[in-house]
């Protein structure tokens, strides 16, 4: 499992990249994003499991530290966000700020699943007037890594 010190040094990196992206003057590389989205994922939930809910302290409290950083860094690539402003291709950018708001929502809430999918709601996010979604709720599986289903949703938002 990567260390979450790793996991940081390649969130930073994203954040610092983020108006590049969504600009569209820098593009993000899918296949390395859902890697770090999973292996992500894997550090939250063990955090979650052998920490959070047996209300046990670490051995190195840097861990703690680190693992709050981690989160700070999720929030600081997905931070609140209009999707309208999105000039990446594809929406590409729109496509991973979903992904990130819920894993990030998923870090901070204890009582969400630990299942490897990450639901992206419709209702938290800008609609335009005439958009027609069907939808009450899209599922990114972190082991399957398809974002046809979020591309799809990011374009009815547009």
């Not at 920490?51 to 046990?56: A, F, L, T």
């Amino acid at each position: 499992m990567e260390r979450i010190k790793d996991l940081n040094e390649k969130w930073d990196k994203y954040v610092e990249n983020k108006n590049a992206y969504s600009s569209g003057n820098e593009e993000i590389l899918l296949n390395d994003f859902a890697e770090l989205v999973k292996n992500t994922f894997e550090v939250i939930t063990n955090v979650k499991m052998n920490y959070i809910e047996k209300q046990v302290m670490p051995e190195n409290t840097w861990n703690v530290h680190s693992y709050l950083e981690l989160i700070s860094l999720l929030s600081e690539y997905a931070p609140n966000y209009d999707i309208f402003e999105d000039k990446s291709r594809d929406l590409v950018f729109s496509v991973t700020y979903m992904i990130v708001d819920s894993l990030k929502f998923y870090a901070t809430y204890p009582d969400v699943t630990i299942s490897g999918l990450l639901w992206i709601y419709p209702e938290y996010y800008s609609l335009r007037e005439d958009a027609h979604i069907d939808k009450d709720e899209f599922i990114y599986d972190i082991y399957d890594a398809d974002f046809s289903e979020l591309f799809e949703f990011a374009k009815a938002l547009l």
